[in-house]
């Protein structure tokens, strides 16, 4: 190996974000590298549940290796007041990420990437046109464009110096459960409004296992790891083992925050992208990554910008809507969910046949947050 490559595009970070990104590029005749700093088949946190953008956006790469359909959903309020609503439909689909990324990182290879694992990325630079990232080891990737996929904390995200507003606290247990235990599950996910402003609690069935975990605002760590107990053990989980039992923060972009500078573009958790609302990022990694890939391999690096303004980043602003409202009204949000409305609204969101910003545009919904914001 030479100590110094030379690329057209170059993807940091192997992840939904990376991997979408390296087969749109590849797939459009750029020779593409994508330095992973782990090495796959590795565990990520994450919940794994994919709405229906997120599962359209990989079935286009892959056959989505669902462990489960999702066709029912029981819902709580600081664990008590317990409904349950179904759909004829799958609402979700739960990936284990390492299937999920393995599958992707497949595809990202036979569209022509090559994919360099256990590639540690200490620092990026540009100029004349090109931009560099300089590895753990020594040697040196060049590219016209660098696409930046290495998460919120990662070197890329530094470099354009993407700035973040929300920051928040996800806990999570992968626990092994037997047939008994997982077939009480199956098809059927659990979500908890906690008593946490802004937070919540899940459950995901994975056949032989549980994703159970919660999220809420960092700075609130005790109480955050106190709600993950108090949730398992009400849930008589507590008893099984945890294969699993991970954290990690979720950062959302701030309106202004950049999501390029120069021949470098961030894509995914890396430009904060991700609906502040619920913290479901998989849906914003595939497609932001799917753009930037396409625009990197074209150099159209101001499309790229353009492009998520247009699409993303309007979602986003809903979410932040739909968060303030739910922060401070919880329990009427847990009302509004179980009436046929609100349950509409819900399916159509999980299964994205209407958008965050479709659906706080909406005039019934708008009056609604415009109250509930208010107060």
């Avoid at 349950?84 to 393995?102: K, N, Y």
């Avoid at 008593?195 to 899940?202: E, T, V």
């Avoid at 391999?297 to 409202?325: C, H, I, Q, S």
Wanted: with cysteine; glycine share 12%; net charge positive.
């Amino acid at each position: 190996m030479r100590e110094r490559d030379e690329w057209d595009v170059a993807v940091i970070g192997a992840g939904p974000a990376g991997l979408a990104a390296a087969s749109a590029a590849a797939a459009a005749g750029a020779r593409t590298i994508v330095l992973e700093r782990a090495e796959h088949p590795r565990y990520k946190t994450c919940g794994g549940g994919l709405i229906g953008a997120s599962r359209a956006a990989a079935g286009r790469l892959i056959d989505v290796p669902a462990r489960d359909d999702i066709t029912s959903v029981t819902v709580t309020l600081r664990g008590g007041q317990e409904y349950t609503r179904s759909h004829g439909e799958p609402l979700l689909a739960m990936v284990v990420r390492e299937e999920f990324d393995a599958a992707l990182l497949k595809r990202a290879e036979g569209s022509g990437a090559q994919v360099r694992q256990r590639a540690q990325v200490r620092s990026v630079d540009q100029g004349d046109g090109r931009a560099t990232a300089r590895l753990a080891d020594g040697t040196e990737v060049t590219a016209r464009v660098i696409v930046g996929a290495d998460g919120s904390s990662g070197i890329t995200a530094r470099h354009v110096g993407a700035e973040f507003d929300q920051v928040d606290l996800g806990l999570e247990q992968e626990i092994a459960v037997p047939e008994a235990v997982a077939g009480r599950w199956r098809g059927r996910v659990l979500l908890d409004w906690g008593k946490i402003p802004a937070s919540y609690g899940w459950v995901f069935p994975k056949r032989d296992r549980l994703t159970v975990g919660v999220i809420a605002a960092r700075g609130q760590g005790e109480a955050t790891k106190a709600y993950l107990r108090e949730f398992v053990g009400r849930l008589g989980l507590s008893g099984f083992e945890a294969v699993q039992d991970s954290g990690h923060l979720t950062r959302c972009r701030a309106d202004n925050s950049p999501l390029r500078k120069g021949q470098v573009i961030v894509a995914g958790d890396a430009a904060g992208l991700l609906d502040p609302w619920t913290r479901e990022g998989i849906s914003f990694a595939l497609r932001s990554g799917a753009l930037a890939g396409q625009h990197a391999a074209k150099g159209d690096l101001d499309g790229y910008v353009a492009a998520l303004n247009a699409t993303l980043v309007p979602d986003m602003r809903a979410g932040r809507t739909l968060l303030t409202a739910f922060t401070r009204h919880a329990g009427v949000f847990h009302r509004g969910l179980n009436s046929a409305k609100g349950w509409s609204a819900f399916v159509k969101m999980c299964r994205s046949e209407i958008s965050l910003s479709e659906l706080v545009a909406n005039p019934s919904a708008r009056m609604s947050l415009a109250l509930l914001n208010r107060f």
